[in-house]
C-alpha cells in the first residue's frame, strides 16, 4: 500500500435519464475521520449508508463532502395546509384580543406564516435509482480522492527518507568521533596531573578510574544504537504504508527521547552540533509526519 496524506480532494459527476449528482471532497489533517456533510434534504435518507462509503477508502482526517442534485424523479414537494391547527392559531389569538384588549388584527397570511399551518413534504421518489447514481458518483470521487492523497503521500515520504539519510550521517560522525574524546581526555588529565605533582609521576591507576567514570557519562553508544534501529523502523514503515501515521508519530517521539539524551552527554563541539542536528532533522520528521494519514 501506499503512503497517503491527509490533504487530499477529489470530485465526480454522475447522472442518468432522471437525475445528476455532483459530489466533491476536500480534507485536511485531522486526528481522526470528522465527516462533515452539505447535501439536499433529498439525500438524508442515505446518510448513513453515505457514512459507510466514504470510512471504506478514508481512515483520517478532517472532511468535507458536498453534494448537489438535479432531478426529474417524480417526487416533487409539495405543500400541505392543516386547517385543524390554523383553527387553534386563530382561537388562541382571539382569546388573547379579548382578555388583553388588544386589536384583532390575525389575516390569512398571518396565519399561513404559523408553524406547522402549511408544510412541505416531499413526494415517493425511487430511492434504489437515487441511490445508484449517488453511490457512483461517490466511488468516483472518492477514488480520484485516494489518488491525490497518494501523489501527496510519496511527496512526503521521499521528504522523509531523505532526512532520515541525513540523521544517518550525523550518526556517522558521532559514533567516528566518540572514541577520539576519551583519548584526548586522558591526555588532558595526565598534563594537569603532571602540573600538580611536583615530581610529575601521574598515578595511571588514578587517571585509569578517572576514565572510567568520565567514559560512562558521555558515552553514546546505546543512543547511537536505538537512534539507528528507529530509523530502519521508520523506512520499513514507510515501505509498507498504508495508514501509519500514528505509528510514526510515536516513532518520531522515541527518536527525539535519544537525541535529547546524546544531547545531554555532548561532550565537545562537534558532538554538540550532530545532537542539535539529529533534533532539528527529527522535529521536521515530526512536522511532515502529523500530514500522514
Not at 416533487?76 to 383553527?87: C, D, I, N, W
Not at 601521574?202 to 537512534?227: F, G, H, N, P, T
Not at 539507528?228 to 510515536?250: M, N
Request: hydrophobic content about 40%; proline content about 1%; some cysteine.
Amino acid at each position: 500500500m501506499k503512503i497517503r496524506s491527509m490533504t487530499g480532494y477529489g470530485r465526480s459527476e454522475s447522472m442518468n435519464e432522471s437525475c445528476r449528482v455532483e459530489v466533491e471532497l476536500k480534507s485536511v489533517n485531522h486526528r481522526y475521520f470528522d465527516l462533515n456533510i452539505r447535501m439536499p434534504r433529498l439525500f438524508n435518507r442515505f446518510e448513513a449508508s453515505i457514512r459507510g462509503v466514504l470510512k471504506q477508502y478514508i481512515q483520517r482526517g478532517k472532511v468535507d463532502l458536498y453534494l448537489s442534485l438535479e432531478h426529474d424523479l417524480g417526487g416533487q414537494e409539495t405543500l400541505r395546509y392543516h386547517p385543524e391547527l390554523a383553527a387553534a392559531y386563530l382561537t388562541y389569538c382571539r382569546e388573547i384580543s379579548r382578555e388583553l384588549g388588544v386589536e384583532d388584527d390575525v389575516k390569512a397570511s398571518t396565519l399561513a406564516r404559523f408553524p406547522d399551518v402549511i408544510t412541505s413534504e416531499e413526494g415517493d421518489v425511487d430511492e434504489a435509482l437515487l441511490w445508484s447514481v449517488l453511490e457512483q458518483g461517490l466511488r468516483e470521487a472518492c477514488e480520484r480522492f485516494v489518488l491525490s492523497r497518494e501523489a501527496e503521500g510519496e511527496n512526503l515520504k521521499q521528504d522523509i527518507l531523505k532526512k532520515l539519510a541525513g540523521m544517518n550521517d550525523a550518526l556517522d560522525v558521532i559514533s567516528e568521533r566518540a572514541p577520539s574524546i576519551l583519548e584526548e581526555y586522558r591526555a588532558t588529565l595526565r598534563d594537569r596531573i603532571r602540573e600538580v605533582l611536583s615530581d610529575g609521576a601521574a598515578d595511571e591507576s588514578r587517571i585509569a578510574a578517572e576514565l572510567v567514570i568520565y567514559a560512562d557519562k558521555i558515552c553514546v553508544d546505546e543512543e547511537m544504537v536505538r537512534l539507528k534501529s528507529h530509523i530502519a523502523a521508520v523506512k520499513k514503515v514507510l515501505e509498507e504504508g498504508g495508514a501509519v501515521g500514528r505509528k510514526l508519530d510515536f516513532l518520531a517521539q522515541e527518536m527525539n527521547r535519544e537525541a535529547n539524551t546524546t544531547l545531554s552527554k555532548s561532550a565537545d563541539l562537534t558532538l554538540s552540533d550532530q545532537a542539535i542536528l539529529l533534533k532539528t532533522t527529527i522535529e521536521k520528521i515530526r512536522e511532515q509526519v502529523q500530514n500522514i494519514e
